[in-house]
C-alpha cells in the first residue's frame, strides 16, 4: 500500500469543471469522428511540443516547430531543434505508453532528453531548486536520495486510486505532485505536461488531440503562481481547480477548431488516407480506382499535393527495375 501524502480538497468548483468537461466530450463524440481527421491530430501535437518548449524557453516558432518536424531544413540553435524532434518522437509514443509504469516514464524522458543532457532516463543526483525570474529560490526541491522513494511512492498511489478518482483529478494530481518532487535534472515541466496526456489518453482517445500545452502557455504566468501557492499551501487544490479550467476553456476552443478543420481540402485528404493503408505503396491507377476517379490531374491537383504538402502522403518509387517506372504513394501515419 502506498503511504503518499496527497493532499487536496474535492470541491464545488471541480465539480462543475467536470460536469462541463463532460459535457463537452459528449458533443465531440456524437459530432465529429476524430479518427477520420489526422490533419487535426498532427496539427496539435505540433501545436502542443511548440507551447510546452516554449513554456521552457525554446525560441522557434510554430511554423519553425512544423518544419523541424516535417524534415526541412531550418536556422535555429542546434539545442532548440533536437528538442523538437525528441518530443515529436516522444508525442508520438503517447499511446505506446503504460501510464502507471514509472519504467515507461523514464524510457519518455530519455527520448525527451536525447543528446540534450547527458543523465536522460535517470534521477537527479544533485540538489535542485526553482527560481523566479530575479534569481530568488522559491522552492527547495526534495533531496537526491529521496527522489526514488517519492517516485514509487506517487506511481503506487496512482495505481491505487486509478478506479476511484476521476481521471482529470488524478491526471492533475500526478502533474502538480511530479513538478514538486522535480525527479530530473531537466525536462521535468515538459514530461509532467506529457505524462498528464498519457494518463487522460488512455481514459479518452481525444485528449491524443486537444494541445493543452497552448492553453498553459497562454496562462503561463498563472500556471507558475499556481504550483507556487500550492507548494506553500502543501495542498494542489488550487492546481487541481486551474488545470480543471484550462481542460474546459481548451475544449470549448477545440470544438470550434474542429469543426471549422472540415475543410473541403481536409476532407478530401482524409478520403485520400482512408483508401491508403500505412507504409503499403499503391499506384496512382490503384488509388484513382478505389476513389473511383478518372483523371490524374483530378487525383495529383484535389488530393495528392495537398497530402503530401501536410506531409501525410510521400512519393516513392520501387528499387526494383521495371519496364516502366511508375511512381508509388503511401500513407506516412
Known amino acids: 500500500m502506498s503511504d503518499f501524502n496527497v493532499s487536496f480538497t474535492i470541491t464545488n468548483e471541480m465539480l462543475n469543471y467536470i ?21 487535426l491530430r498532427k496539427n496539435n501535437t505540433i501545436k502542443s511540443i511548440h507551447s510546452s518548449l516554449a513554456i521552457e ?31 515529436y518522437k516522444t508525442y508520438e509514443m503517447i499511446k505506446e505508453f503504460n501510464p502507471y509504469s514509472l519504467r515507461d516514464l523514464k524510457k519518455a524522458h ?3 532528453m536525447h543528446l540534450i543532457i547527458e543523465d536522460n532516463g535517470k534521477f537527479r543526483i544533485d540538489d535542485e531548486g ?8 522559491i522552492h527547495v526541491c526534495p533531496s537526491p536520495d529521496q527522489v526514488k522513494i517519492l517516485m514509487n511512492s506517487l506511481f503506487n498511489w496512482m495505481k491505487e486510486n486509478k478506479n476511484k478518482i476521476h481521471p482529470l483529478i488524478l491526471s492533475s494530481v500526478f502533474h502538480y505532485e511530479f513538478v514538486f518532487i522535480h525527479p ?25 488531440y486537444i494541445p493543452i500545452e497552448s492553453q498553459l502557455l497562454k496562462y503561463q504566468n498563472d500556471y507558475y503562481d499556481v504550483i507556487d501557492k500550492c507548494n506553500k499551501n502543501g495542498d494542489s487544490t488550487l492546481f487541481i481547480e486551474f488545470m480543471l479550467n484550462m481542460f474546459d476553456e481548451i475544449l470549448s476552443d477545440f470544438i470550434n477548431n474542429a469543426t471549422t478543420a472540415l475543410t473541403e481540402e481536409a476532407i478530401n485528404i482524409n478520403k485520400l488516407l482512408s483508401v491508403l493503408e500505412v507504409n503499403v505503396p499503391m499506384t496512382a491507377n490503384e488509388i ?3 476513389l473511383g476517379i478518372k483523371s490524374k490531374e483530378t487525383l495529383r491537383k484535389t488530393y495528392l499535393d495537398p497530402a503530401i504538402k501536410e506531409g501525410l502522403v510521400k512519393q516513392t518509387i520501387p528499387d526494383k527495375p521495371t519496364s516502366r517506372r511508375q511512381m508509388y504513394y503511401k500513407n506516412m501515419l
Do not use: T, Y
Not at 19 to 38: C, T
Not at 130 to 137: A, S
Open 57 to 87: 524557453a525554446n525560441s522557434l516558432s510554430l511554423n519553425q516547430v512544423k518544419d523541424v518536424i516535417d524534415g526541412k531544413l531550418v536556422f535555429g540553435p542546434q539545442k532548440e531543434i533536437q528538442e523538437i524532434k525528441n518530443s
Open 288 to 290: 484513382m480506382d478505389k
Open 130 to 137: 526553482v527560481f523566479d525570474e530575479h534569481g530568488n529560490c
Open 184 to 208: 530530473f535534472s531537466d525536462g521535468n515541466g515538459r514530461i509532467s505536461r506529457l505524462w498528464q496526456n498519457v494518463i487522460l489518453s488512455k481514459w479518452k482517445d481525444i485528449f491524443e
Open 110 to 112: 530519455e527520448m525527451m
Open 19 to 39: 460536469s462541463s468537461i463532460m459535457e463537452k466530450l459528449g458533443k465531440l463524440n456524437n459530432h465529429i469522428n476524430l479518427n477520420k481527421m489526422p490533419i
